[in-house]
């Protein structure tokens, strides 16, 4: 009997913008994601994934098969916001992850101290400069909070951005 995985696996889809690419949360991949007593998914490409409580937080994404090897840096935000009933994220850092060939970068940040609750807010920036090696065709990112081990919810993702820089 094949078993369902309770991780979300995203279509991996992103779209060209002015400044860069712009990636929604149906294509990232969400760890807990296909089991709704953790996350709401969203239903739409533009819809927002919304936390309903988990203590393992890991949102990954990629670009690839594009051409950026022309371009040597770009920075990458999340979009997110706390809801009013948002809890356990006071002492709970947040990781920010980018890795572009052999090149890995990681930021810490505190969901609580840097945004109002109820308003969309943009997370610290992480800049990434494309490394070597094999995979210089793909730019990987994510957010962590994983070492806690405290339930955490009321988070709601709207998007990524990669700004080429």
Not at 86 to 92: E, I, L, M, P, V
Request: hydrophobic content about 35%; overall charge positive; proline content about 2%.
């Amino acid at each position: 009997m094949a078993s369902r995985s309770l991780h979300y696996q995203g279509n991996h889809s992103f779209s060209k913008t002015e400044k860069g690419y712009i990636v929604y949360p149906k294509s990232l991949n969400i760890v807990w994601g296909n089991d709704k007593r953790y996350w709401k998914l969203p239903k739409y490409e533009k819809d927002d994934a919304e936390l309903m409580q988990v203590n393992w937080l890991e949102v990954t994404g990629c670009i690839d098969n594009v051409n950026i090897e022309k371009k040597t840096s770009y920075d990458i935000e999340f979009t997110m916001s706390l809801m009013t009933d948002a809890f356990g994220w006071s002492n709970s850092p947040v990781y920010l992850m980018a890795k572009w060939g052999d090149n890995t970068q990681w930021r810490k940040m505190n969901l609580t101290s840097d945004q109002i609750n109820g308003k969309k807010m943009i997370s610290k920036t992480i800049t990434i400069t494309k490394g070597k090696g094999n995979n210089i065709g793909k730019i990987h990112f994510g957010l962590y909070e994983v070492w806690n081990k405290k339930w955490k919810g009321g988070l709601k993702i709207h998007h990524v951005n990669l700004i080429e820089t």
